[in-house]
C-alpha cells in the first residue's frame, strides 16, 4: 500500500511526546524519558486506528488518495486548532526537566544520540519480528494477491488494517524520537513534505524486502546532506534520482543488488563485470554532461549576470564559457547514444548469466 | 445578504468549473489508464507559467493558445516516454513516477521563475467591470474565465458524446481491452487523451494565472483539492467530476464568506469547555475552515458512499 500520509502519524506522536514531556515535567510524574516514546508510538497507533478503518477499505490508487486527503485535513487542522498544536511556532519542551534514571539527564546530545540508536534498534527488531509472526505473513500474502487470500478465508481489509496500525504505531514512535531530539514539534511534521520524503526514501531503497527502506533511508539522508553542499539545486536531483529509480528500477536499491544473487550462486556474476566496466565509463559522461548542463542553465536563471566561475559539486568552472557549453554538450549526447549500446550490451550478457545460473538449478 | 449570496454563487461556479477543467482531464486519464495523474497540478501550474511567459513575448490572446498547446505536447512525450515504460510494473509505480515529476516539475519552475509571485496581469482588454451588482464591481475577467470553462466543457461534452473519438475514447473508459481488441492503437489513443488531458489542465491554468497568484507552489496547494474533486464525484465518472467540482467550488466559496462560529451561534451557553483548549473548536469561525472543507467532505463520502457520488466502480 501506498502512504502519502504517514508524516501524520509520525508528527502526531512528537506533538503528543511533547505534550507529554511538559505534562510530566510540570506534575513530576515518575516516568523517565526514555519511556516517552512509547507514548509517542501509542498516539500514532490510537490514531492510526481511527483513520485506518475508513482508508484501508481499499488498496492501490484509491488508498493512495485517500491518505493523502486525510493527511491535507489532519494538516490543515493542525493550524487552526492553535492551542494545542501551537500554530504556526509549534510547541516547545525541556527534555532535561523530566526524572532522571541513572543519572542521566539527557542534555548532550550523545546521550540522545544513544536513546535514538536504542529505540531505532528496538523498533528494527521489533518490525522484523512482526514479519515473521503469521500476521506478517499475511501482510505478505495480501500485498502479492488480496483475492486469494479471501478465498483462503482471511478478510484482505482487516490484516490491512492490522498492518497499518502497526506502522501507524512506528510512525509515532519515530515521531517522538525527533521530538525529543528537536525538543519542539511544529505542524511541518505532519504536512506533505515530511510524507514525500519518506515515500521517496522507502521506494528508492526499494520495497518488497526488509532491509530496502532501512537502505533507503541511509542513502537519501546521506545523499540530502552531501548534495546541498555540492550544488544549490539539490532537491532537482534528489528528484530526478527518484524517478530513475522508478524507471529503471522498480525494486529500488536494494532490488537491484539482490537480482544478482542467483548470479553469485551459480558462480556466474564474474561475467557481467567486464560489460558493467565498459558501459560505466560513457553513462558516467553522459551524468557528467547532463550535470553541467543543468548547473548552466540553473546559473543563466538564478544569477544571471552575477560572476560566472561558479563552482558545482566541488569543481571550479566558467558558466559563461562557450567551450564549456559544448563539451556539456557532446558529453551529454555523445554519452547517451554510446551508453544506450553499452546498456544493450549488458542485457545480452546478463540474459546469458542468468540463462546458466538456471540451468545450474538455482534460479528461478 | 442578497449581495453576498449572489456574489459567492458566481465565485463558486467560476471555482468549480476550473476544477471540472482539471478534473475531467484527471478522470478520463484515470479511467482509460488506470493512473492517477500526481503532477496534474503540475501541467495546470505550467501552462499558468508558459501563459505568463508567452503573453509577456507576444501577447495574452497567443498564449491562451500556445501554453496549453505546449503543456499538452509535454504530457504526450510524458506519457510515451515516462509512463509507458513504468506501465509493465503496474499502477503504483505509474503513481509514483508521476509524484516524483511532480516533484521535479515544481523544482524546475522555481529555478527558472523564482519561488515569488510573478506578475501574471489580466490583459487590459478585459480589465474593465463588467456589471455593477448592489454597489459590487464584478471584473469582466471573470466572466471571460467562466465563457471559456463553459465553451470548453460544452465543446468536450460535443467531443465525447458526437464524434468518433468520443466513441472510442467512451469505449475504452469502460472496456479499455475490447476497443484494444478491435484493433484501435490504444497506445496512441492513450498518448492522446493524456496529451489533451493536460492541455486541458494547462487552459485553466492560461485563465486562472491573471485572477489568483501565479507562483511555483501553486500546484501543491491545488493538487489535493484535485484529488478530492475526483473521489468525491466517483472514480472514473465525468458526470460525477462534474458535480463534485460546482459542489466544492460553492462550498469553498461560501464558507470563506461567512462568518460564524460555535461561539457565535450559542454563545450564551458559554460551557466549561469553551475555555479550556477545547475553545478553538469553540471560537474558530467558518471562514477559518474553509481549507479543509472539501477534506471533512472526503472523508463524510468515504464513509457513506465509498464509490463517490456518481461512481459505479468500486475501485
Known sequence: MLSFGHAVYYGLGGFLAIHAINIIARNKFAIPLPLVPLIGGMAGLIFAMLLGWVSTKRSGTAFAMISLGLAELVASSALILRTFFGGEAGVSANRTKVLRLFDWSFGPQIQIYYLVAAWTLIAVIAMYALTRTPLGRMCNAVRDNPERVQFVGYDPHVIRYFAFCFAGFFAGIAGALAAINFEIANSAYLGAVQSGTVLFATYIGGVGFFIGPIVGAIFVTLLSLGLSDLTQVWQLYFGLIFIAVVLFAPGGLTGLLMMHWPLIKAGTLGRMIPAYLIAFVPTLAMLVGFILCVEVIVFHMVHAGGDSHIKAFGIPFDAENRGVWGIATVLLIGGFFIARMTWKMIAARWDDALNEARAKGVAA | ?315
Open chain 2, 1 to 315: 445578504m442578497l449581495e453576498l449570496f449572489v456574489i459567492s454563487t458566481l465565485n463558486g461556479i467560476l471555482f468549480g468549473m476550473l476544477l471540472f477543467l482539471m478534473a475531467s482531464g484527471l478522470t478520463v486519464i484515470f479511467s482509460m489508464l488506470g493512473v492517477l495523474n500526481f503532477a496534474h497540478a503540475s501541467f495546470y501550474m505550467l501552462g499558468a507559467f508558459f501563459g505568463f511567459q508567452i503573453s509577456k513575448w507576444f501577447g495574452f490572446w497567443p498564449a491562451l493558445v500556445i501554453a496549453p498547446l505546449l503543456a499538452g505536447a509535454l504530457g504526450a512525450m510524458v506519457e510515451r516516454y515516462g509512463l509507458r515504460q513504468v506501465h509493465k510494473y503496474g499502477h503504483v509505480p505509474e503513481l509514483l513516477f508521476t509524484f516524483g515529476l511532480a516533484f521535479a516539475i515544481e523544482e524546475i519552475v522555481s529555478i527558472v521563475w523564482g519561488k515569488s509571485p510573478v506578475d501574471f496581469r489580466v490583459p487590459a482588454l478585459l480589465d474593465f467591470p463588467a456589471f455593477t451588482l448592489f454597489s459590487t464591481n464584478y471584473p469582466a475577467f471573470k466572466i471571460f474565465m467562466l465563457v471559456i470553462s463553459i465553451i470548453i466543457f460544452v465543446g468536450l461534452l460535443i467531443a465525447l458524446k458526437k464524434t468518433r473519438v468520443g466513441l472510442i475514447v467512451q469505449a475504452a473508459l469502460t472496456h479499455p481491452h475490447m476497443v484494444g481488441h478491435l484493433g484501435h492503437n490504444v497506445g496512441r489513443i492513450f498518448m492522446l487523451v493524456f496529451g489533451v488531458g493536460t492541455a486541458l489542465a494547462a487552459v485553466a491554468g492560461v485563465i486562472a494565472g491573471p485572477a489568483l497568484v501565479t507562483q511555483s507552489n501553486m500546484a501543491g496547494l491545488l493538487g489535493p483539492i484535485l484529488f478530492v474533486v475526483v473521489v468525491v464525484g466517483g472514480l472514473g465518472s465525468l458526470p460525477g467530476a462534474f458535480l463534485a467540482s460546482l459542489l466544492i467550488g460553492l462550498v469553498q466559496t461560501f464558507a470563506v464568506s461567512m462568518n460564524g462560529s460555535l461561539a457565535g451561534a450559542f454563545g450564551p451557553l458559554s460551557p466549561d469547555l469553551a475555555t479550556t483548549w477545547l475553545s478553538d473548536i469553540w471560537n474558530v469561525t467558518i471562514a477559518q475552515i474553509a481549507p479543509i472543507m472539501p477534506y471533512v467532505l472526503l472523508v463524510l463520502i468515504l464513509i457513506f458512499r465509498p464509490m463517490g457520488l456518481l461512481g459505479t466502480r468500486e475501485t
